[in-house]
């Protein structure tokens, strides 16, 4: 088998799972040498010792979309923290760091779980069967996404189309790419508006607090960020939990049964899923040796979660769940490092709300018909999950 033979392979699974070549790529050749169009080579790193080395080396890796432009790239910069590296990642990280402790986000609970409630009283009066990622799974998160912004009601439902339509490669690279522009370019917009009226929602806040330091292109890509790291990857967490939580019975019963159980429950499978399948790219600072590996300065490292995550080397069953095994707080699915997602608090809040919620309310919650799981996608997940009770 040449490396070039799995260029996609670090997007590609099998149901829950990581496609068997990803594995043999993890115990054979753990930093993977792949071409990608246009002839550079990119190198995938699969071991979880490495994944959070590289992930946790800000000095000689860097994240500045930058080095994309470098690879041929002719879209303009689309911002975000995860595009940034030291100092300027670090002066707009302390404006938001203060706003996703558990402090504020309590302030957000009652908010989620009236949402939730919400829309299990839709799907219980409009009955059984259901797509639970149209009634449920994609409603919540957006919801949240657009509440903690600050985005109007009327303008949600085609801003929510952007985040979507950037995480789906089936129309290539460059689709994606223009669905980040769209989003930067509406993004920029509602902050010229809040500017001028702010809101109570997260860009109304900074900018009444921190408005004369930092400008509307910052501000919006700093929106982004929230967007991308907020909305697609908790809807794809609550459809595949779900779908685990039904397909485990005696796992779902305790959810719905043991108060506190959840709380286990959602790191393990947060661990489990890695929906996030690699992390932003990295980019060498200088040359170097990577498990052997010779990389050049200025070349892109990939980061797997998915198989960093399942690495044998942390436990002989990482291919199952087990809610209290003694790794379920160190995973990666948030990522590590200066650039570890700053809003996995609240995706974590969503979760311990939504799944005890959804299976109280529907105790004999059931699949019922085939569930197409994401193709390709930084962000996989489930295009629907069609459920009866």
Known sequence: MSDSEFPLVQFMREGFDPVAELARIQTEQPVFPM????????YLVTRYNDVRNVL??????????????????????????????????????KYLTPEFTMRRLRRLEPRIEAMVEEHLDRMEAQGSPADLVESFALPIPSLV???????????????????????????????????????MTYLTDLVARERLDPGEGLLGQLLREHGDELDDRTLASMADGMLTGGHDTSTSMLALG????????????????????????????????????????????????LQGQPVKKGE???????????????????????????TAGSHLAFGHGIHRCIGAPLAQMEMRIAFPALLRRFPGLRVAGEVPFRK??????????????
């Open 145 to 183: 996404v657009c509440e903690l912004l600050g985005v109007p009601y009327e303008e949600r439902a085609g801003f929510l189309k952007m985040s979507t339509d950037r995480f789906d490669f089936t129309a290539g690279p460059e689709a994606s790419l223009q669905a980040i522009n769209d989003a």
């Open 56 to 93: 946790g080396d800000h000095d000689r890796f860097s994240n500045d979309f930058g080095n994309v432009i470098g690879l041929g790239s002719t879209q303009e910069d689309p911002g975000g923290l995860g595009f940034r590296d030291p100092p300027e990642h670090t002066r707009l990280r």
């Open 242 to 289: 779900t779908l685990w939580l039904l397909e485990n019975p005696e796992q779902a019963a305790k959810v719905r049964e043991v108060d506190g159980y959840v709380v286990q429950v959602v790191e393990e499978l947060l661990r489990y899923m890695s929906v996030v399948q690699v992390a932003f790219p990295r980019f060498a600072r200088e040359d170097m040796e």
């Open 300 to 326: 892109m490292v990939l980061c797997s979660l998915s198989a960093a995550n399942r690495d044998p080397h942390l436990g002989g069953d990482m291919n199952e769940v087990k809610p209290y095994r003694d």
């Open 376 to 389: 390709l996608a930084i962000v996989y997940g489930v295009e629907k999950l069609p459920v009866a009770w």
């Open 35 to 42: 071409e990608i169009p246009g002839g550079q080579t990119v």
